[in-house]
């Protein structure tokens, strides 16, 4: 087995009658950090959302550590999808804290109820997350007294609090106000020099280039372009890939 | 202008208030049972609405229009003297001559459950559907099942939005109580004419009678206003 920690293969999803997916074929190993961009609409979305299942795939596999969501002529099995999901965490960007809940009780909430932690272990844990991502003081607070940048910043922890084997980011910044963004970013960074294995789908190009090990470009469906930060940005192989980044850039 | 001079409310009040509070346990203990049944009920219709199974939704709406369609009262004599008859039947399949029967506080209980059910389920139904898809999706993005999401994140919140219509239907369901005394209920209404009707004192009576719903559902009123102020701070 290679060190893949994301394996997809041959995936296509349709709504409808409407291809989004057009069969993507993508390895992710241990610690590599992958970064998807294009336009508007062209399933950067909707492929990030097959990686942990919650668009199941019209065709075409993906594998976590070696494991398939759904094996390949089996159906979907919501018990073995729940499990499976837990190694990969994600990060959307409406953040969507539980509200009812405190900071610390959105990060304990899936420890104890999935994990099967108990509370006191689960706090323990959360406090560590939650002093990570910088909200050691604001662990009694509910998400409508956080402002959208600390709430991005629990929802994070709250995912890392699971250990997943991998992180995926959904434009984590883009509901955020300019001056929110830098302490996400930073804390998203942060992660990346500890070597968590991450996607991120994101519009923020020198944030790209800084912590991408591999960027990817998306376009209707399909993945257009692929390869380093460096090349990538400053040596595009392609005209779709040139012209996407000139309208970005100006 | 005799009536008025010959009113006497403190005889009234003084032979009237130990029944009338007897009463006011029944029509509160109708309501507590009646009111649990119809959140269990409109929770079980709601999520078998939402569930997208064409046969059950299907079930349950010809079910919600045999409730919405038929008057409370049609609904307290049909479950106290028609249910029991129709299950015994069904009983005597298997245990020949077997009788059930329902005391009258049960079956119209029951059957304020049912009524009331079928009305929460759509608020119950609505509220579900009004939180935000986001709430679901990171549940399952954390490892919940689909049920587990929606019993311990989804109808919490969905609980919460449908707080304020809940306390309405209590207060009403208070009030509705009264048409237990169809069903020989001997409930505040029961007790109050057979009062009035011994004593004549009808006026002071039927105002008793009044002011003791009163003082049943104007505190529930209040206390759903501060609930609602409450739980309004984190949504
Ligand atoms: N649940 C759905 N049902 C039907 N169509 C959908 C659904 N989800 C996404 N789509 C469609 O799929 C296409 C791709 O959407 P997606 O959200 O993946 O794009 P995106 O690359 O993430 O765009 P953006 O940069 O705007 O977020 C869009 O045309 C969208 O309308
Ligand atoms: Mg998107």
Same mark, same amino acid.
């Given at each position: 087995m290679s060190n893949a920690i994301i394996e997809v293969n041959q995936l296509r999803k349709s709504f409808g009658s409407n291809e989004i997916l057009k069969g993507i074929d993508l390895e992710i190993k241990q610690g590599e950090k992958v970064v998807i961009i294009g336009p508007s609409g062209s399933g950067k979305s909707t492929f990030l959302r097959c990686l942990n299942c919650l668009e199941i795939p019209t065709n075409g596999t993906v594998k976590v550590h070696g494991d398939y969501f759904i094996k390949p002529g089996e159906r979907f099995n919501e018990k073995h999808v729940a499990a499976l999901r837990t190694e990969v965490g994600m990060v959307f960007q409406r953040f969507n804290l539980f509200p009812t809940m405190t900071a610390i009780e959105n990060v304990m909430a899936a420890q104890i109820k999935i994990r099967k932690k108990s509370k006191e272990a689960a706090r323990e844990t959360a406090e560590i997350y939650l002093r990570k991502v910088g909200l050691a003081e604001r662990m009694n607070h509910y998400p409508s007294q956080l402002s959208g940048g600390q709430q991005q910043r629990v929802a994070i922890a709250r995912a890392l609090a699971m250990e997943p084997k991998a992180m995926l980011f959904d434009e984590a910044t883009s509901g955020l106000d300019p001056e929110l963004i830098g302490e996400v970013l930073n804390v998203v960074r942060e992660l990346a020099k500890e070597g968590m294995t991450m996607v991120l789908v994101t519009h923020e190009m020198n944030f790209a280039e800084e912590v991408g090990d591999r960027i990817i470009f998306m376009d209707g469906g399909v993945i257009v372009e692929e390869g380093p930060p460096k090349e990538f940005f400053h040596n595009p192989k392609h005209n779709r890939t040139r012209e996407f980044l000139q309208k970005v850039e100006h | 202008m005799n009536i008025l001079k010959n009113l006497d409310f403190a005889t009234a009040f003084k032979d009237l208030y130990p029944e009338l509070l007897k009463a006011m346990g029944t029509v509160l203990g109708a309501t507590m049972f009646g009111f649990a049944l119809a959140l269990i009920i409109g929770t079980l219709i709601a999520l078998g609405r939402i569930s997208k199974i064409k046969w059950l939704d299907w079930l349950l709406v010809v079910f919600l229009e045999i409730i919405r369609g038929t008057p409370l009262v049609v609904q307290l004599v049909y479950m106290y003297y028609v249910v029991?008859?129709?299950?015994?039947?069904?009983?005597? &399949?298997? +245990?020949?001559?077997?009788? +059930?029967? &329902?005391?009258?506080f049960t079956a119209g209980s029951v059957a304020l459950g049912i009524n009331y059910g079928a009305y929460l389920s759509e608020v119950i139904r609505s509220s579900i559907i009004s939180v935000d898809r986001g709430q679901m999706e990171a549940a399952l993005a954390l490892g919940y099942t689909k049920q587990q999401a929606m019993w311990s994140i989804v109808i919490p919140q969905a609980g919460r939005i449908a707080l304020p219509t809940f306390g309405n239907y209590i207060i009403m369901m208070v009030k509705d109580t009264s048409l237990l005394a169809f069903i020989?209920?001997?409930?505040?209404?029961?007790?109050?004419?057979?009062?009035?009707?011994?004593? &004549?004192?009808? +006026?002071?009576?039927?105002?008793?009678?009044?002011?003791?719903?009163?003082?049943?559902s104007l505190p529930m009123a209040q206390v759903v206003r501060v609930m609602e102020r409450r739980l309004a701070r984190h949504v």
């Amino acid at each position: 087995m290679s060190n893949a920690i994301i394996e997809v293969n041959q995936l296509r999803k349709s709504f409808g009658s409407n291809e989004i997916l057009k069969g993507i074929d993508l390895e992710i190993k241990q610690g590599e950090k992958v970064v998807i961009i294009g336009p508007s609409g062209s399933g950067k979305s909707t492929f990030l959302r097959c990686l942990n299942c919650l668009e199941i795939p019209t065709n075409g596999t993906v594998k976590v550590h070696g494991d398939y969501f759904i094996k390949p002529g089996e159906r979907f099995n919501e018990k073995h999808v729940a499990a499976l999901r837990t190694e990969v965490g994600m990060v959307f960007q409406r953040f969507n804290l539980f509200p009812t809940m405190t900071a610390i009780e959105n990060v304990m909430a899936a420890q104890i109820k999935i994990r099967k932690k108990s509370k006191e272990a689960a706090r323990e844990t959360a406090e560590i997350y939650l002093r990570k991502v910088g909200l050691a003081e604001r662990m009694n607070h509910y998400p409508s007294q956080l402002s959208g940048g600390q709430q991005q910043r629990v929802a994070i922890a709250r995912a890392l609090a699971m250990e997943p084997k991998a992180m995926l980011f959904d434009e984590a910044t883009s509901g955020l106000d300019p001056e929110l963004i830098g302490e996400v970013l930073n804390v998203v960074r942060e992660l990346a020099k500890e070597g968590m294995t991450m996607v991120l789908v994101t519009h923020e190009m020198n944030f790209a280039e800084e912590v991408g090990d591999r960027i990817i470009f998306m376009d209707g469906g399909v993945i257009v372009e692929e390869g380093p930060p460096k090349e990538f940005f400053h040596n595009p192989k392609h005209n779709r890939t040139r012209e996407f980044l000139q309208k970005v850039e100006h | 202008m005799n009536i008025l001079k010959n009113l006497d409310f403190a005889t009234a009040f003084k032979d009237l208030y130990p029944e009338l509070l007897k009463a006011m346990g029944t029509v509160l203990g109708a309501t507590m049972f009646g009111f649990a049944l119809a959140l269990i009920i409109g929770t079980l219709i709601a999520l078998g609405r939402i569930s997208k199974i064409k046969w059950l939704d299907w079930l349950l709406v010809v079910f919600l229009e045999i409730i919405r369609g038929t008057p409370l009262v049609v609904q307290l004599v049909y479950m106290y003297y028609v249910v029991p008859l129709l299950l015994s039947l069904v009983v005597q &399949f298997w +245990i020949p001559d077997y009788q +059930i029967n &329902f005391d009258a506080f049960t079956a119209g209980s029951v059957a304020l459950g049912i009524n009331y059910g079928a009305y929460l389920s759509e608020v119950i139904r609505s509220s579900i559907i009004s939180v935000d898809r986001g709430q679901m999706e990171a549940a399952l993005a954390l490892g919940y099942t689909k049920q587990q999401a929606m019993w311990s994140i989804v109808i919490p919140q969905a609980g919460r939005i449908a707080l304020p219509t809940f306390g309405n239907y209590i207060i009403m369901m208070v009030k509705d109580t009264s048409l237990l005394a169809f069903i020989t209920v001997y409930e505040l209404l029961l007790r109050t004419q057979a009062y009035a009707s011994q004593t &004549f004192l009808t +006026i002071e009576s039927y105002t008793l009678l009044a002011l003791a719903y009163l003082v049943l559902s104007l505190p529930m009123a209040q206390v759903v206003r501060v609930m609602e102020r409450r739980l309004a701070r984190h949504v």
